[in-house]
């Protein structure tokens, strides 16, 4: 199981996710906010043999458009 630490972007607290396994990214979910509880995407890469994230909320163009 991978964590990965994203910056809400509604509170820009910092939270872990459990992350998809590697031969699964990239990829893009829902998710809402540990802290704030507000709904927000989470897109997950991986670089360098781990996983990346990054949070947006769903009314913004995350990093596939
Ligand atoms: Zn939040």
Redesign the pocket.
């Given at each position: 199981m991978w964590f990965v630490s994203v910056t809400?972007p509604?509170?820009f607290?910092v939270f872990d996710v459990a992350s998809p396994s590697l031969e699964e990214l990239p990829c893009d979910m829902d998710y809402d906010?540990e802290?704030?509880c507000?709904p927000l995407r989470i897109y997950i890469e991986e670089s360098d043999g781990e996983a990346i994230g990054t949070a947006y909320g769903p009314g913004d163009s995350g990093p596939w458009g």
């Open positions: 809400c509604s509170c607290e906010c802290i704030c507000r």
